[in-house]
């Protein structure tokens, strides 16, 4: 099944894409920019906001609530389900949904109050019914409604009269058209159609689905839960603030967030000293990896640091912020803080790499050729290389052959254009231009030519395909 027709039935769209990739929204947090990518060769999908990727049973793990936890593949069955039963209705029904003309003054009041969000009153005495204010949420129980009558009073101002009356109150307007945002005007097999409660329309397009709890404004192609429509309503982004102003409206208890105790983190490496690269060790890893000596000593350093009581060191790459990315043989981490690395020599062309491991490969491979660099560091540092690449004309992408590279490369294309380049196509085959050079040293070495490399490879697919390799890694004790 594909995830982008599991989307759908989840109500989300399609923001944006790149052939095969398509972004979207990511469907289970509330974001302000679209980070969810969907390969639609590979279905499969990677969040660039948390860096996590998986199949569609792992995004309906996500999605799913409740129940529904406990059955992921009946859970997916079920949206499918709903989803295309809506949009056979959706054919189905007719261009302007039938309209019931109310009698406004005939409305009981406590019905009225359903509307609003009281469902039963909070006390009552023979005819009367006792309600909380439901235009003052600081007072509480000063509404009384008389069910003969039809009438109500507001024991602490004095305020009195009929659903009009009451209808001002609220909305400081006491027309037909400012009450029927609080009425259904007609309804369907799928839920109930408003007036849009926050634009003035001629026709009902706003649709409910009380069973789903989800809204739909055909009007403005807005949609989703009672946060969105929150959102609607007074114009907030932060969701706290959505929170309170439903809890206001609805006259419900708002516990303030946790705010835990500010917590100061402790030193993880001890005793840092940086130097000039030179062990043996650190230079023979990285030749293993095709990166010769002047290179790595160009744009390296060596780092030996103390951690928990014992003394390391590792190939040391300086970041912005004076942090460093650290690698040896047993070690793949970082020196915080972390950033990105901008090397400019004043072109207008500038590289773009993830790690400094494939930036040093392109070194090696002449691909650079006094080109700005950007080194993310981690996919997860795009957005602070956004700004500096903005300057350039031209931006060129060796990011990995992965879903979260070519997640930050359609992301990229989404903000700077046309001058983005993805130059993954020259390593095709490959992990990451890293991948590609050690493959390419491992030929020359052979003295083989391009098209003996080619046909070396064919035979030794081949070979791989008949002989599976047994795995020789072993677990190292720490």
């Known amino acids: 099944m594909p995830i982008t027709a599991f989307l759908d039935a989840l109500g989300e769209k399609l923001v944006g894409g790149y052939g095969y990739l398509k972004l979207y929204y990511a469907p289970y947090r509330d974001d302000a920019e679209a980070l969810f990518v969907v390969d639609t060769k590979m279905n499969n999908w990677y969040d660039h906001g948390t860096d996590e990727s998986g199949d569609l049973y792992d995004l309906a793990k996500l999605t799913a609530r409740g129940d529904h936890r406990n059955d992921i593949p009946g859970y997916i069955v079920k949206m499918m389900n709903e989803n295309e039963i809506a949009k056979e209705m959706l054919t189905k029904r007719a261009i302007d949904p039938q309209v019931v003309h109310l009698d406004i003054a005939k409305i009981l009041l406590t019905d009225f109050m359903k509307a609003l969000g009281q469902e039963h009153p909070v006390a009552a005495d023979g005819d009367l019914r006792i309600y909380n204010s439901p235009y003052d949420s600081s007072v509480k129980a000063t509404m009384v409604i008389n069910i003969q009558t039809n009438l109500w009073r507001d024991t602490k101002t004095g305020a009195n009269g009929g659903i009009y009356d009451l209808a001002y109150e ?43 709890n989800l809204w739909f404004d055909f009007g403005s192609g807005a949609g989703g839960d009672i946060f969105n429509l929150a959102g609607e309503l007074t114009g907030e982004t932060d969701f706290i603030k959505r929170a309170e102003f439903i809890a206001q409206k609805m006259q419900l208890p708002v516990e303030k967030p946790y705010k835990p105790m500010p917590f100061k983190e402790e030193p993880t490496f001890e005793n840092v000293e940086i130097s000039r690269l030179e062990a043996p060790a650190l230079l023979k890893y990285l030749a293993d990896r095709g990166i010769p000596r002047d290179i790595a000593q160009r744009y390296c350093v060596q780092v030996d640091y103390e951690l928990h009581g014992k003394r390391y060191y590792a190939i040391g790459f300086e970041n912005n912020a004076h942090g460093y990315e650290l690698r040896n043989s047993f070690f793949k981490g970082s020196y915080p803080p972390k950033h990105i690395t901008h090397i400019s020599n004043g072109n207008a062309r500038c590289n773009v790499f993830e790690g400094f491991i494939d930036f040093l490969s392109a070194e090696r491979l002449g691909y650079n050729d006094g080109t700005d660099t950007i080194v993310l560091n981690s996919v997860s540092n795009l957005n602070k290389a956004i700004a500096p690449l903005r300057e350039y004309s031209v931006v060129s992408c060796y990011l990995d052959n992965d879903n979260a590279g070519r997640a930050a490369t359609v992301k990229l294309q989404q903000e700077l254009g046309d001058k983005v380049t993805d130059k993954s196509a020259l390593y095709p085959n490959h992990k990451d231009l890293n991948d590609f050079l050690c493959q390419r040293e491992q030929f020359q070495t052979k003295g083989l030519s391009n098209a003996e490399c ?24 720490l």
């Not at 007609?186 to 026709?203: A, M, V």
């Open 170 to 212: 609220l909305t400081g307007c006491a027309n037909k058209s400012e009450l029927n945002r609080y009425k259904p005007t007609g309804r369907d097999s799928k839920g109930l159609w408003f007036y849009s409660p926050y634009r003035n329309e001629r026709k009902p397009s706003f649709h409910v689905n009380p069973h789903k």
């Open 454 to 477: 080619s046909q070396e490879r064919r035979e030794a697919h081949h070979l791989m395909s008949l002989y599976p390799k047994q795995s020789t890694k072993t677990k190292l004790k």
